[in-house]
């Protein structure tokens, strides 16, 4: 059974910076092949921020509200995936999640609903 498990988070000011990781482990070999970070704040829907293909292409995408800010890599030796995330803003509160699919092709940001796979969330705070 695969596993998700994040690391990283926590409370900054407006404009700080912050680093997420997501370690994949308990899969078979090579079939995780897009992995990404999704948000949800207190009384809102969980919305994507960004996700990366795990395989062969290394392609990624993002939410408007984010792009230009933060940035996602991936370690396909480790199974890991970062968030970096800069000059952050108090609208980027949230509990961010990381998830993973194993079976598919595309890796979109929209809906969450397609990651069958989600880790247990770590907090971000932003205070203005």
């Known amino acids: 059974q695969g596993r998700l498990v994040e690391s990283g988070g926590g409370s900054v000011e407006t404009g700080g910076s912050l680093r997420l990781s997501c370690k994949a482990s308990?899969?078979?070999?090579?079939?995780?092949?897009?992995m990404g970070w999704f948000r949800q704040a207190p009384g809102k829907e969980r919305e994507g921020v960004a996700t990366?293909?795990?395989?062969?292409?290394?392609?990624?995408y993002y939410s408007d509200s984010v792009k230009g800010r933060f940035n996602i890599t991936r370690d396909m030796v480790e199974n890991t995936i970062t968030l970096q995330m800069n000059d952050l803003k108090p609208e980027d509160t949230a509990m961010y999640y990381c998830?993973?699919?194993?079976?598919?092709?595309?890796?979109?940001?929209?809906?969450?609903?397609?990651?069958?796979?989600w880790g247990q969330g770590t907090q971000v705070t932003v205070s203005s």
């Open positions: 998830a993973a699919k194993v079976s598919g092709s595309s890796c979109y940001i929209d809906p969450p609903s397609l990651f069958p796979d």
């Open positions: 990366i293909f795990t395989s062969m292409s290394s392609r990624s």
């Open positions: 308990g899969y078979a070999r090579n079939s995780v092949y897009c």
